[in-house]
């Protein structure tokens, strides 16, 4: 009986993570996308009024931002990738997901939002030479 009732909540697990995953999109549309090449670094902003990178789900968060960077053309080592929202005083709020690689995929994201003056000063700045800006 165990064993039946172990295989039938592994099942239920299974479904549950393919529901997650089929609610998530299978990849980032370019159009809430913009780049900004500064400082011998490529900035990929993603906002995030529009799309939600699945923090919770690493697998997932890491599996888009791969497809993302490669359909871009950028090169791994130098890409930074910045979430940004729009706040209700019109100032910006930026998350930054710092990359690790191993093989050509990454391996690890950590998240820091930014929240130093500075650090917010010089995101708005790249931010505003960035594809989005441009046709703003």
Known sequence: MAISQHAF??????SQHFAHIHAHPKAIDLEHISVSQLLGRDYVFINSSEIQLPIGN?????ALLDELI???GLAEAHTVAISFKEME????SFVRHD??????????????????????EFM???WRCS??????
């Open 9 to 14: 909540q592994s099942q239920s697990d299974l």
């Open 89 to 92: 005083n019109g100032s910006l």
């Open 70 to 72: 490669q359909r871009l």
């Open 99 to 120: 990359l690790s690689w191993y093989k050509h995929k990454i391996c690890k994201i950590e998240n820091t939002a930014i929240s130093n003056p500075e650090q917010q």
């Open 131 to 136: 594809t989005a800006a441009e046709e703003c």
């Open 58 to 62: 690493n697998q997932l968060a890491q």
């Open 124 to 126: 708005e700045m790249i």
